[in-house]
């Protein structure tokens, strides 16, 4: 399994600043807890895919 950054870095900035200021916390969820803290659960329990923000991709090796 790999984890990589979505390719475009002005959506990484714009995501990454979001998260800041979310407190690490998903900037796509409305709940703050620790199932949505950045990398969230349903993104590191998923066997490959895109995070709801699109910041990460996972991808089988």
């Known amino acids: ?3 990589k950054l979505t390719p475009d870095k002005e959506h990484v900035k714009e995501i990454r600043e979001k ?3 979310n407190d690490g916390y998903c ?3 409305i709940t703050k807890n620790k199932d949505t803290k950045c990398m969230c659960k349903a993104f590191l329990e998923m066997d490959e895919g895109t995070c709801h923000c699109g910041l990460y991709i996972k991808t089988k090796d």
């Open 19 to 21: 998260i800041k200021a």
């Open 27 to 29: 900037p796509c969820s």
């Open 1 to 3: 399994m790999t984890i």
